[in-house]
Structure formats: structure tokens, C-alpha cells
Antibody
């Protein structure tokens, strides 16, 4: 059974860069036509799609595009998220996820989520 | 303001049927893109409930049914149970944003 596990700092200072890693367990990140990405959920609010990576091409939410980078490390079976110039509005539960490709594909697998707080 | 509009809350008594709507536009649901539904139980990650408008992943009871028409989609839950109390989200793709989009979520209360 595929499992996704987020890791990274739980506290980030304003204006700094948020960095998270997702480790894929129970399957290869290189196999199959899947996209790997990130979704976040501010406390008490709804889900926001951040972006994903598919065969090396990245797709980002336009509202975050200027600050987001998603990359894959196949040797470690991991993918990562970097979000620059963070503010308190970026405080959220961050989920890593696998979608069945790009476009209107479902999120088939979710990590358990990791809370990132932006505060000095 | 979410691209896909859901009612903030719905409720029903045990055993009853409820529906949750997801209204989009010509750049997402109306453009023919699939709609997917997720169930988020308190304190847990969302779980895929319906994919491709009306398909259930293995293990999802047939009490959950998805449909799509025009610029909207719906999730119907029959035989309501206390365990169904959760937040429900729809998701699709928007070709003007070139991004996946979620509805704002609907909180289901079982009375």
C-alpha cells in the first residue's frame, strides 16, 4: 500500500522559505503516469491546490506560482516543496499527494499532513 | 472565494438522504472536466470518495453516489450514519486558471 510521509520544519519565520519533503513508501516515484504534488489547508478552512510535477514538468496554482517550486529526487524516492517569502497567510496544514496524472485527475493518495506555522 | 461553490453546511437525520452540490462554470465543470469528491473526517487527511464524476474507489459504500450535469455536480449520501459526519470537498480542473480547483467544502451534520 502506497504511503506518503511529509517532513520539514513546523515553524518558519516571515519572509523566509518554507521547505517540505514528501517520502514515497511502498512504490516508486518513477513508475506509472502519476503526478506528485502539494495541497494545503489553513486552520479551519478549505483545501487549496498548490501544484504538482509530472514527468519533470511543473504545474502551479497561479496565485502562488511566483513563490512555489516543486521538484523530484528519484534517487531518494522523494519530492519537495519550496515556498518563498512566506507570511502568516501561508500558515496551514500541508499535504503531499499523488494525482492520477495532470489536469482533472483525482488525488488518489494523501500524506497525513504537516502543520507549518509562519511566525517570528 | 472558491472557483467551485458548495453549500457551507448540510444536515440530515440518520437513515435519511442528503445531497451536496458543487457549482462551477464553463471553464471547469461546464467544460467537461471530471469532478471528484473527498471526505475529510475530523482530524484526518481527506479521502477520495468519488472519482470521475460517479465512480467509487474500492471500499467506498454504494450509499455514496456522484453525478454531474452541465456546470454542476452533486454528491448524494443515502442511509445517513453518524460516521458520515465530516467535511466534503469537490475538485475539478479549471482551464482558465490551468489548475486543479477545490470547492470550499461542506460540513455534514447527522442530527
Amino acid at each position: 500500500q502506497l504511503q506518503l510521509q511529509e517532513s520539514g520544519p513546523g515553524l518558519v519565520k516571515p519572509s523566509e522559505t518554507l521547505s517540505l519533503t514528501c517520502t514515497v513508501v511502498g512504490g516508486s516515484i518513477s513508475s506509472g503516469s502519476y503526478s506528485w504534488g502539494w495541497i494545503r489547508q489553513p486552520p479551519g478552512k478549505g483545501l487549496e491546490w498548490i501544484g504538482n510535477i509530472y514527468y519533470g514538468s511543473t504545474y502551479y496554482n497561479p496565485s502562488l506560482k511566483s513563490r512555489v517550486t516543486i521538484s523530484v529526487d528519484t534517487s531518494k524516492n522523494q519530492f519537495s516543496l519550496k515556498l518563498s517569502s512566506v507570511t502568516a497567510a501561508d500558515t496551514a496544514l500541508y499535504y503531499c499527494a499523488r494525482q492520477g496524472g495532470v489536469g482533472a485527475t483525482a488525488v488518489e493518495y494523501w500524506g497525513q499532513g504537516t502543520l507549518v506555522t509562519v511566525s517570528s | 472565494q472558491s472557483v467551485l461553490t458548495q453549500p457551507p453546511s448540510v444536515s440530515g437525520a440518520p437513515g435519511q438522504r442528503v445531497t451536496i452540490s458543487c457549482t462551477g462554470s464553463s471553464s471547469n465543470i461546464g467544460a467537461g472536466y471530471d469532478v471528484h469528491w473527498y471526505q475529510q473526517l475530523p482530524g484526518t487527511a481527506p479521502k477520495l470518495l468519488i472519482y470521475g464524476n460517479s465512480n467509487r474507489p474500492s471500499g467506498v459504500p454504494d450509499r455514496f453516489t456522484g453525478s454531474k450535469s452541465g456546470t454542476s455536480a452533486s454528491l448524494a449520501i443515502t442511509g445517513l450514519q453518524a460516521a458520515d459526519e465530516a467535511d466534503y470537498y469537490c475538485q475539478s480542473y479549471d482551464n482558465s486558471l490551468r489548475a486543479s480547483v477545490f470547492g470550499g467544502g461542506t460540513q455534514l451534520t447527522v442530527l
